[in-house]
């Protein structure tokens, strides 16, 4: 391979180069090593022990191996992680991080479209190979966008600090140190495995792993949301509703989190259209027997006149999610609510392509007749108007 397709040190190369010397410790992966510069510079530390080299190119790989001469260097070729085995106390990347020009493709300088996407993908899996104390150092540019960087940080866990910025030209350079945050570091202590993200709300981020061979959802607070002590509220919540076959299968909780067994299901509006008559109609008896259970408890769940991302059904069973606003209410309303939810235009109108006509009119009736008086009577009258 011509080395003209290798990246040749600049401002960023030495820029990161000086803090890997600074903070490379054990043994060290450089992702994308390029030219070398950095594992170079890890291997001239005496607090480091071995360093792994790889990169996508195999000419890059080549070349490094017949320039660099070191018995702690081992050059791979490896797609980021992909032929990467192990854990390491230090992980360097140095990603390409500007937009793609469709006119001239160069993959040692370009992180994807937008010019983050490579280093999205790199934090996604990062902290699979990184000790439970160890640390990641970064660089990119402001041509990255910081905010979706630093977004990209937090939705895998980690905590970060800006070791050095760097101003040149027309745009600033970051040097970032990237750590597992506590969280993290207790759920992997609890044996929680392939951790990646999953979702996000407007009170919670959601991650996806293994746990005893089975997939689990962690569920943490994002860090934007106001609202205090809402992932506490749910995971007691769940284990008081579990005892009453409701929500998915509570694990474990702690500061901050909390894991319940993941539900694979399809949301409750998508299983409506793609279930026919007989089915829907066992659907929402399932469901409704369900908000019968949380208003003898005097438990109002608060969203299930729009339930859409809160019912996931499986095998035509319903499983209830997010219980994070759930509270003691003396007149709650989830039975009433589910109605409501039935009378939306939307909803009513694939109940009816599936030749199920509810009366507007008579449910309302039934429901206000509920409403005042929770007997089973006025339940099942609901029920059967189905």
């Not at 996806?208 to 509220?233: D, L």
């Not at 702690?254 to 067994?261: I, N, S």
Request: charged letters at 30%; hydrophobic letters at 40%; aromatic letters at 10%.
């Amino acid at each position: 391979m011509n080395s003209s397709r290798i990246y040749k040190p600049r401002e960023d190369s030495t820029l990161l180069e000086n803090h890997v010397r600074q903070h490379a410790k054990g043994k060290v992966l450089d992702v994308g090593t390029g030219s070398g510069i950095q594992a170079k510079a890890a291997a001239g530390s005496k607090n480091t022990s071995s360093v792994l080299a790889v990169d996508v190119q195999k000419g890059v790989i080549n070349y490094c191996k017949k320039c660099i001469k070191n018995r702690k260097i081992k050059f791979m070729q490896s797609d980021l992680f992909s032929k990467v085995r192990g854990k390491f106390d230090t992980i360097i990347f140095n990603p390409p991080y500007l937009p793609e020009d469709i006119r001239v493709r160069d993959i040692t300088i370009e992180g994807g479209k937008k010019g983050y996407e490579l280093l999205e993908r790199f934090l996604n899996d990062a902290s699979r190979f990184l000790d439970s104390d160890g640390a990641i150092i970064i660089l990119f540019s402001s041509l990255t966008k910081k905010e979706k960087v630093e977004e990209f940080i937090r939705n895998n866990l980690f905590d970060f600090q800006e070791l050095e910025k760097m101003h040149i030209f027309f745009e600033d350079l970051h040097v970032y140190r990237i750590i597992k945050s506590e969280i993290l570091k207790a759920l992997e202590k609890n044996g929680v495995k392939s951790l990646k993200y999953f979702a996000k709300g407007h009170r919670g981020i959601i991650y996806k792993g293994i746990y005893k061979g089975k997939s689990v959802i962690i569920k943490c607070k994002n860090p934007r949301s106001m609202a205090e002590n809402r992932i506490q509220n749910e995971a007691e919540w769940l284990k008081i509703l579990n005892k009453h076959g409701i929500g998915p299968k509570f694990l474990f909780s702690g500061k901050g989190y909390l894991a319940y067994e993941f539900v694979d299901g399809i949301f409750i509006a998508d299983c409506l259209k793609k279930s026919n008559k007989r089915q829907i109609i066992k659907i929402l008896k399932n469901i409704f027997s369900q908000m019968l259970i949380l208003d003898k408890l005097k438990a109002d769940k608060a969203e299930m006149h729009h339930p859409y991302k809160h019912i996931i059904v499986k095998n035509r069973k319903a499983v209830l999610i997010d219980f994070e606003r759930m509270r003691i209410a003396e007149n709650p309303k989830n039975v009433t609510q589910f109605c409501q939810f039935l009378m939306n235009s939307a909803v009513s109108g694939i109940l009816a392509e599936k030749s199920i006509k509810i009366s507007k009119s008579k449910l309302i009736e039934l429901a206000k007749a509920y409403k005042n008086s929770k007997t089973t009577s006025n339940y099942k009258r609901i029920v059967s108007a189905l």
